[in-house]
């Protein structure tokens, strides 16, 4: 099992960018497969990124283009680049893993998650 702590989040006006990154422990992540969540107010949780343990990404069309998921192996961490935000990026942000885990969006592909940071976006 690996404890994820999730950082960086904040406010920030449209258009602007956010870096999160969330530093594992308890075990090294070259074996496994990470992703980002975000949660909104009543609504259910959606994956955002995803990368597995080569290296390969996805994410979904409403993030596409202005996010970056990316992973420091040496470092133990994983980072989101959020750049163009939208007042409809607004939600809490998780990370999750999963031991060799592949890259998907769904929750269910993941076993370990972090508390969450949260990103607030105004117009």
């Known amino acids: 099992q690996v404890q994820l702590v999730e950082s960086g989040g904040g406010s920030v006006q449209a258009g602007g960018s956010l870096r999160l990154s969330c530093v594992a422990s308890g075990s090294t992540l070259n074996n496994y497969g990470m992703g980002w969540f975000r949660q909104a107010s009543g609504k259910e949780r959606e994956g955002v990124a995803c990368i597995s343990m080569n290296g390969g990404t996805a994410y979904p069309a409403s993030v596409k283009g202005r996010f970056t998921i990316s992973k420091d192996n040496a470092k133990n961490t994983l980072y989101l680049q959020m750049d163009s935000l939208k007042p409809e990026d607004t939600a809490m942000y998780y990370c999750?893993?999963?031991?060799?885990?592949?890259?998907?969006?769904?929750?269910?592909?993941?076993?370990?998650w972090g508390r969450g940071t949260q990103v607030t976006v105004s117009s």
């Open positions: 999750a893993a999963k031991l060799f885990g592949l890259c998907g969006l769904n929750t269910r592909n993941f076993d370990d």
